[in-house]
């Protein structure tokens, strides 16, 4: 009995103190990218059709429904090739979302197009989460 309390306490105490850097690593703002809310992902993709929406989660994520017209790529398969595949000029809008505040997915790849050259990236922090909260249209 002794133990499963002990481990109990242990487990919730490593928990607690884990919880504040998990979300610390996703930052409030990414150098070269501009930070969006999900109104203004409806705003750009309005004013600017040509924009590629870029879903950085894990495949089995993205199976759960995703933001229409999204391209998968999850951070993980994120290369120079990959972008160029999906991305005609380093000048084109481009916007990366994940699964939200506590998720790094993007930021990974966001960061990678920043290093590339890409000018006219946005970064949607809010990701899936806030979108789903808002009850915003998705695709499955």
Same mark, same amino acid.
């Given at each position: 009995?002794?133990?499963?309390? $002990?481990?109990?306490?242990?487990?919730?105490?490593?928990?607690?103190? !884990?919880?504040?850097?998990? !979300?610390?690593?996703?930052?409030?703002?990414?150098?070269? %990218?501009?930070?969006?809310? @999900?109104?203004?992902?409806?705003?750009?993709?309005?004013?600017? +059709?040509?924009?590629?929406?870029?879903? $950085?989660?894990?495949?089995?994520?993205?199976?759960?429904?995703?933001?229409?017209?999204?391209? /998968?790529? +999850?951070? %993980?398969? %994120? %290369?120079?090739?990959?972008?160029?595949?999906?991305? +005609?000029?380093?000048?084109? @809008?481009?916007?990366?979302?994940?699964?939200?505040?506590?998720? /790094?997915?993007?930021?990974?790849? $966001?960061?990678?197009?920043?290093?590339?050259?890409?000018?006219?990236?946005?970064?949607?922090?809010?990701?899936? $989460?806030?979108?789903?909260?808002?009850?915003?249209?998705?695709?499955?």
């Amino acid at each position: 009995m002794f133990r499963k309390i $002990a481990v109990f306490l242990i487990g919730g105490w490593l928990i607690s103190l !884990a919880s504040p850097l998990l !979300a610390e690593s996703v930052p409030e703002s990414i150098d070269g %990218t501009t930070r969006v809310i @999900a109104e203004d992902v409806i705003e750009l993709v309005s004013s600017n +059709p040509d924009v590629v929406i870029i879903d $950085a989660r894990k495949s089995s994520d993205r199976e759960k429904g995703f933001i229409e017209g999204s391209i /998968g790529l +999850p951070d %993980t398969e %994120t %290369t120079e090739a990959s972008l160029a595949s999906h991305i +005609p000029s380093r000048d084109s @809008a481009i916007l990366f979302y994940c699964n939200g505040e506590k998720c /790094g997915r993007s930021v990974k790849s $966001a960061k990678m197009a920043v290093a590339l050259g890409y000018k006219n990236v946005y970064w949607f922090r809010g990701g899936w $989460a806030e979108w789903m909260e808002k009850g915003y249209p998705v695709a499955k």
